[in-house]
T-cell receptor, first 109, second 114 residues
């Protein structure tokens, strides 16, 4: 079983839609949770970082962590074509950082 | 501040050869991590260097090695290349502020092994 599971997609939505991206993880020792966005031919860039259960909001992005279910989500409101990218979740604990394989998101105008 | 830079950006090698990739972290960042990214496996951790010492290592064979210099620049070496080593190799420099640890990734070096 992989430590972090993420649906690879692609996920196709129309512009303006609310997007929900999700990951599950297996080890309750993971304490920090991140979402990265990776455009084609670029390295990942950090979008959201959180270390507690609950919601964290930053503009159109909301990260949600449910430690009891080992489930993390990223919501994108009013999605834009420029949001088209691969989104990677990552979990960290005990000096170990594990990434999901990424979900490819396509937002059509 | 300049971001993380990696050279070269693209590389083509043949099986059995060796390759050295370079990473310059953001000025002031002392921690550098290396990752291999492939479509099937995603991002996999190779190793982390801090102040010229390897602090963490992932589950890769000994053909993969690295080092860090006193100016925090890091190199990664892969010997006896195999077809399966074709991947995007990403370097990230890390800054720690209290409980927060943020990694900044470079654009990567795309390696193709023929």
């Amino acid at each position: 079983q992989k430590e972090v599971e993420q649906d690879p997609g692609p996920l196709s939505v129309p512009e303006g839609a609310i997007v929900s991206l999700n990951c599950t993880y297996s080890n309750s020792a993971f304490q920090y949770f991140m979402w990265y966005r990776q455009y084609s031919r670029k390295g990942p860039e950090l979008l959201m970082y959180t270390y507690s259960s609950g919601n964290k909001e930053d503009g159109r992005f909301t990260a949600q962590v449910d430690k009891s279910s080992k489930y993390i989500s990223l919501f994108i409101r009013d999605s834009q074509p420029s949001d088209s990218a691969t989104y990677l979740c990552a979990v960290e604990g005990f000096q170990k950082l594990v990434f999901g394989t990424g979900t490819r998101l396509l937002v059509s105008p | 501040k300049a971001g993380v830079t990696q050279t070269p950006r693209y590389l083509i090698k043949t099986r059995g050869q060796q390759v050295t990739l370079s990473c310059s972290p953001i000025s002031g960042h002392r921690s550098v991590s290396w990752y291999q990214q492939t479509p099937g496996q995603g991002l996999q951790f190779l190793f982390e260097y801090f102040s010229e010492t390897q602090r963490n290592k992932g589950n890769f064979p000994g053909r993969f090695s690295g080092r860090q210099f006193s100016n925090s620049r890091s190199e990664m070496n892969v010997s006896t290349l195999e077809l399966g080593d074709s991947a995007l190799y990403l370097c990230a420099s890390t800054v720690t502020s209290g409980r927060d640890e943020t990694q900044y990734f470079g654009p990567g070096t795309r390696l193709l092994v023929l």
